[in-house]
């Protein structure tokens, strides 16, 4: 073929070539419509299943692209939606398994509003998800296991709702997770020890369940964990020492289970960072550790209603102590000196409830206690062996107002 017939070619081959490439448009354009469409489809049956008694939807129609309606939030280059932000927004009804074609939701919140039902399992399919907050609605049944598929989750909120069951094995595979709060629900079982593979965990709060059996062992491998919430459930035994091995942690709140043992002799050392300690009612025993004012973080704590004997160390490194609850227990009942670790926390400015009422202790109170912070509100030293008068310098203590002796 010579050169001059294969350019009499060209603008044949251009001409097919351009209609390859204006029919392979046509056919993205159409793909990229069907895709809305789902989008739009699956918005407009959430829509349907719920009551919006305040008109926060009035906007869902198709007056407007959907990326324009209030609540939704769309991405700049797909155009899908990519967050559904309706919280406190008065909605109430069920969330329909429609918002598993939402394939490209990375942030669901719906917190604080009135919807019941299941949550569907569909959710699971939500591959991108990172954040589904469905906390203080009415949501009832089981938490789909399937959850474990949305494999970028960071924060999943399920709290204050009426849900049921056990926690499933397989959200332990979420590696990315960084917060897992089902506290205020009707879960039961055990914690299964799968939770402990969420090495992005920094928030764990199961409290207020019916969650029982022994707390995994495996929960010390969280070394991220900041605050852990387990009061008011059904655990028993003790507190596994790997938790008190989590340098990290701030928040310890283990109240009202059945638990026994005691508190590891140098957690002062191993917890630097801890700011709340809540292990009251419980049938912990043995001394409050030593080292305990070494945990200089310290804020809050309530070891209220166990069994703690001995005196009570120094805490003369928290200055930051708020709150002092020792009620109910069997410390002191040594020698006189019981209360001088009331001189301790002359140097915790901001000091506002001391109870240690229902104890052993013997003595009379000492007079630095009119040095204690001016913030104090509540002092409480009833049901004890205190012997003597009330010092003169307790009017010094001009915020005190309930003063129980």
């Known amino acids: 073929m010579d050169l001059a017939y294969r350019y009499q070619l060209l ?20 793909v990229k419509d069907g895709r809305d469409e789902i989008d739009r489809l699956a918005l407009l049956e959430f829509k349907a299943r719920i009551a919006d008694p305040s008109g926060v939807l009035r906007s869902w129609n198709d007056s407007s692209h959907f990326c324009d309606w209030d609540g939704v939030t769309c991405g700049r280059k797909h155009r899908r939606v990519t967050i559904l932000d309706l919280g406190s927004k008065n909605l109430s009804g069920v969330v329909p398994p429609h918002i598993g074609n939402l394939s490209f939701l990375r942030g669901v919140d719906l917190e604080n509003n009135s919807f019941h039902a299941k949550i569907p399992p569909q959710v699971g399919r939500l591959l991108r998800l990172q954040m589904l907050f469905l906390n203080n609605n009415s949501f009832s049944g089981e938490i789909p296991s399937n959850l474990s598929y949305c494999s970028n989750m ?69 070394r991220n964990l900041k605050r ?47 700011k709340i300690i809540n292990t009251w009612h419980n049938h912990l025993t043995g001394p409050i550790p030593k080292s305990i004012s070494n945990a200089s973080n310290l804020e809050m704590i309530q070891i209220n209603q166990n069994n703690f004997t001995g005196k009570v160390p120094s805490l003369s490194k928290i200055r930051g102590l708020y709150r002092f609850n020792s009620v109910s227990n069997n410390l002191g009942g040594e020698q006189s000196t019981d209360l001088d670790f009331l001189c301790s926390l002359t140097n915790s400015t901001k000091l506002k409830f001391l109870e240690i009422s229902d104890n052993a202790f013997r003595g009379l109170i000492p007079d630095c206690i009119s040095n204690l912070s001016t913030t104090l509100f509540m002092f409480g030293l009833a049901y004890n062996h205190i012997s003597g008068t009330s010092p003169s310098g307790i009017g010094s203590l001009i915020n005190l107002e309930i003063l129980q002796m």
């Open 154 to 222: 960071l924060f999943l909120d399920l709290g204050f709702n009426m849900l049921k069951g056990n926690l499933p094995t397989e959200l332990g595979s979420l590696s990315k997770l960084q917060q897992l709060i089902l506290q205020v629900n009707s879960l039961m079982g055990n914690i299964p020890p799968s939770i402990g593979n969420l090495s992005s965990l920094q928030v764990f709060a199961t409290s207020t369940n019916n969650f029982g059996g022994t707390i995994p062992e495996t929960l010390g491998q969280l």
């Open 11 to 30: 603008p044949m081959s251009f001409s097919c070539l351009t209609t390859i490439v204006l029919l392979l448009g046509s056919v993205l354009a159409l």
């Open 228 to 274: 852990l919430s387990l009061s008011e459930n059904k655990f028993v035994n003790t507190i596994p020492i790997s938790i008190f091995n989590i340098s990290a942690l701030a928040w310890l709140g283990v109240a009202e289970n059945q638990l026994e043992g005691g508190l590891p002799g140098d957690l002062g050392f191993t917890l630097p960072n801890i």
